[in-house]
């Protein structure tokens, strides 16, 4: 799957400790590397998403790096499950 990087979504927070905490509460997973598939790097973060050239507009959070994150680039993230960022539809 394709996502695009949302930016400017630092300040944005939920209940979870952290954003990759939200994503692994809601996934039941942990992750140590970026799930871009073209990276490897373990400085990873929960990074505020959209799925690419699809008609769902909505936000999501999957594991990045902290430099993929900060990306312009569409990410292939196959394998990866999004959580919704929706803070109303999952824990707050």
Known sequence: MKVKNLNGTAKL???CSSWLEHWSKFTSKNR???SNVFCF???IIG???QKYNLLD???YIVPLCKKCNKSD???DI???ELVPANVNNTCG
């Open 13 to 15: 927070s939920c209940k």
């Open 41 to 43: 790097s373990d400085d």
């Open 47 to 49: 990074a505020h998403v």
């Open 32 to 34: 140590n590397t970026c």
């Open 78 to 80: 196959n394998d990866v």
């Open 57 to 59: 507009n909505k936000w």
């Open 73 to 75: 680039s569409i990410i």
